[in-house]
C-alpha cells in the first residue's frame, strides 16, 4: 500500500529551465510533507518542506506547492543546474507521529543537461 | 561538528550470520531513527529511539531485528540470521528534539548490507 507515490521515475531538464517534480499521496492524514535530496553513496539530504495549512513554501530557487484537493505537491527548482542532478524523495509525515517518522515517495531521479 | 557517522559502510555477510549495523548521532542529537531502503524503492521507517528507549518500532519485522540506543555509545540495529531479502542500504538519522518540534532529521551516509 504506496500511500506516497511518485510516479515519474526519471525527469531530463536542460540547464536553466525549470524542473517540476511531483508527488501524490492517497492519505488525508499527513500534516506535514518534505523533500529530500539524495547523491549515489550518500544518505538523504533535506530540501524544504511545508505544513498541510500552507499552500506554498518557497527557499531560494527551490518552491513547494500543496494541492491538498488533489492530494498533489509538487517541487519547483528554477532555474536548473547541473548539480542539482540527484534523486528526489518525498516525503509525508503522518498526524501524530514522531516529528522524523515519513513516509518516503520510491524517488525521481532528475538529470540536469549542461 | 560531525555528521551523522554509520559503520561499516558496506558489509557481507553470508546467510545465517548476524549483521550489526552502527550508527553515531550528531552531538547533541538524542533521537535516532532507522530507515532500510530495498533496491527501486523509497526509505522504509524501522524505529525510533531514545537514549535507552524505544519509542516506536512499528516498522520493524518481528522476527529477527532489534535494535538499542544505549546510554553510552552508537545506537545498533542487529539483524540474527540474515536472509537475502535483507540486503538494502539500512539509513540511521538522527535530530536533536523529538516528538512534533518540527525539526528536522540529519540522515548518514547509510551502511549497505549484501547477504550472499
Known amino acids: 500500500d504506496q500511500q506516497v507515490k511518485q510516479n515519474s521515475p526519471s525527469l531530463s531538464v536542460q540547464e536553466g529551465r525549470i524542473s517540476i517534480l511531483n508527488c501524490d499521496y492517497t492519505n488525508s492524514m499527513f500534516d506535514y510533507f518534505l523533500w529530500y535530496k539524495k547523491y549515489p553513496a550518500e544518505g538523504p539530504t533535506f530540501l524544504i518542506s511545508i505544513s498541510s495549512i500552507k499552500d506554498k513554501n518557497e527557499d531560494g530557487r527551490f518552491t513547494v506547492f500543496l494541492n491538498k484537493s488533489a492530494k498533489h505537491l509538487s517541487l519547483h527548482i528554477v532555474p536548473s543546474q547541473p548539480g542539482d542532478s540527484a534523486v528526489y524523495f518525498c516525503?509525508?509525515?503522518?498526524?501524530?507521529?514522531?516529528?522524523?517518522?515519513?513516509?518516503f515517495g520510491t524517488g525521481t531521479l532528475l538529470a540536469v543537461q549542461p | 561538528n560531525a555528521g551523522v557517522m554509520q559503520n561499516p559502510r558496506h558489509l557481507v555477510r553470508r546467510r545465517g550470520q548476524e549483521a550489526r549495523l552502527r550508527c553515531s548521532p550528531m552531538k547533541g542529537h538524542s533521537h535516532v531513527y532507522w530507515y532500510r531502503q530495498l533496491p527501486e524503492e523509497g526509505l522504509k521507517f524501522m524505529v525510533y529511539l531514545q537514549k535507552e528507549n524505544i519509542i516506536d518500532e512499528s516498522g520493524m519485522p518481528k522476527e529477527r531485528f532489534s535494535a538499542e540506543f544505549p546510554k553510552e555509545g552508537p545506537s545498533i540495529l542487529r539483524i540474527q540470521q540474515v536472509v537475502r531479502g535483507d540486503s538494502a542500504a539500512y539509513f540511521c538519522?538522527?535530530?536533536?528534539?523529538?516528538?512534533?518540534?518540527?525539526?528536522?532529521?540529519?540522515f548518514g551516509q547509510g551502511t549497505r548490507l549484501t547477504v550472499v
Open positions: 538519522a538522527s535530530s536533536p528534539l523529538g516528538h512534533r518540534e518540527n525539526t528536522e532529521a540529519f
Open positions: 516525503a509525508a509525515r503522518p498526524i501524530g507521529g514522531a516529528t522524523n517518522k515519513l513516509i
